[in-house]
T-cell receptor, first 113, second 112 residues
Framework: IAGITQAPTSQILAAGRRMTLRCTQDMRHNAMYWYRQDLGLGLRLIHYSNTAGTTGKGEVPDGYSVSRANTDDFPLTLASAVPSQTSVYFC????????????FGAGTRLSVL | LAKTTQPISMDSYEGQEVNITCSHNNIATNDYITWYQQFPSQGPRFIIQGYKTKVTNEVASLFIPADRKSSTLSLPRVSLSDTAVYYCLVGDGGTGFQKLVFGTGTRLLVSP
């Protein structure tokens, strides 16, 4: 069982470029989430989806967009990357929302230069 | 959203019991308390979840007083491999969706 798969593992990106981080889960979980984690800080929620076809904004949504065309996939897109988006990005999923246990991917380390 | 407060860091030695307390004064009736562990360069990993009183699994125990305004994660006989950041979260364990707030967690350092 793979759980949650994120790709790429790491990426160096020029400022202004478009980038999509991929996230796929095979647990048939309804809810999915994207977080960013900066050095010395906790995880901050970017966007979430509580079921296929719906998405919502988290704590730090500006500069990011998501889509949830099906249950398994939840890509995160940076339309025009900026250096402040340099971070480690984690995707997670849970059976339901809220307090349900979240399962995390291994993360994508993104550097925007 | 229920906000949580935990110590920024804690130090311990191998073989000791470690207790990390989390305050959540605004916890709602439907909220569950969940703890995660995060190692460097990895995503957080679920440790334990509870609603009231005491919960124990093979990794840890979770103590929740009657008023549920705080909780204590207890790690028995820690080892060097328990060095990690520990996050306390509260959120609706039912069908209602909430945006969880992880906060900065508690950085536990276990020394020989």
């Amino acid at each position: 069982i793979a759980g949650i798969t994120q790709a790429p593992t790491s990426q160096i990106l020029a400022a202004g470029r478009r980038m999509t981080l991929r996230c796929t889960q095979d647990m048939r979980h309804n809810a999915m989430y994207w977080y960013r984690q900066d050095l010395g800080l906790g995880l901050r929620l970017i966007h979430y989806s509580n079921t296929a076809g719906t998405t919502g904004k988290g704590e730090v949504p500006d500069g990011y967009s998501v889509s949830r065309a099906n249950t398994d996939d939840f890509p995160l897109t940076l339309a025009s990357a900026v250096p402040s988006q340099t971070s480690v990005y984690f995707c997670a999923s849970s059976v339901g929302g809220g307090g349900n246990i979240q399962y995390f991917g291994a993360g994508t380390r993104l550097s925007v230069l | 959203l229920a906000k949580t407060t935990q110590p920024i860091s804690m130090d311990s030695y191998e073989g000791q019991e470690v207790n990390i307390t989390c305050s959540h004064n605004n916890i709602a009736t439907n909220d569950y308390i969940t703890w995660y562990q995060q190692f460097p360069s990895q995503g957080p990993r679920f440790i334990i979840q509870g609603y009231k009183t005491k919960v124990t699994n093979e990794v840890a125990s979770l103590f929740i007083p009657a008023d549920r305004k705080s909780s204590t994660l207890s790690l028995p006989r820690v080892s060097l491999s328990d060095t990690a950041v520990y996050y306390c979260l509260v959120g609706d364990g039912g069908t209602g969706f909430q945006k969880l707030v992880f906060g900065t967690g508690t950085r536990l350092l276990v020394s020989p």
